[in-house]
């Protein structure tokens, strides 16, 4: 019997399970300095595409039991930076409900001064007063407020423990990863909204549809269908995408080169 909700996830979730043991693994076997660093490289370089599906499980939890989704939120904020439910206030609840307008985006690309933002600068100031945006959305939905202050207390206990048992290994295979992954869940961000300021949703987000992209990020690139429609799973994007193609003009889409950006299909 399996407690997924789509069996479309148990293949990526398995593999990102697999991938914490042997985080862990590393972390209490590893074998010399160097093979600590590399393997570090290596981490890094993964754990960019687990961040996409991190979001996706905030928006649509993976599993039926809740249990099983707490635990799965701690893998992730071992591999993201990002603690459970932290996403949920400040992407779900914060972003999706204001990303059309600067003035109240949790991850506005705007100044306050209506100057647009650097990549690097914007990278740097939503990384980090995330957690800070997240509580204080919590401020309205208390509940999930208080969800995510008992996960962030979890993890807390959980990063103490492991700092005071082997902290250079910790620095390494843990701490480096998870800051690199928030960075770079961030910098995604900018380049699916920057620019864009409209009123109407198919005029608000770019979209890659780059086949590799997608299949690394779980659709994270069919961007205008999951801002039409938060609560749909990655799955079915795709799909859903296809019905509402005709109503997104060419210059809302970009191409993904690994390493920037460019526009058009």
Known sequence: MTYFKYKTDILPISLFIWLFLIDIYVYILWISWLTLWLYCVFSIMTKWFICAWNHHHQHVNTFSKSILNRLLEIIYWFQTGIVGYCWVLHHNLGHHAHYQDQTKDESAWKSPKWKRYHPLFYTWIV????YYRAWIVGNKHKTIQKNFLSMFLIQLVLLVALISIQPLQWIVIFLIPMITGLLITVYTTYHHHSWLESDDPYKSSYNIITPW??????????????????????????DFHKTIEDKIENKYYKKYNLLWYSRGK
Request: hydrophobic share 35%.
């Open 127 to 130: 990384t980090v007063t995330a």
């Open 213 to 238: 992209y997608n299949f690394v990020t779980g659709n994270l690139g069919y961007h205008t269908a999951h801002h039409l429609k938060g609560w749909m799973h990655w799955s079915k994007l795709p």
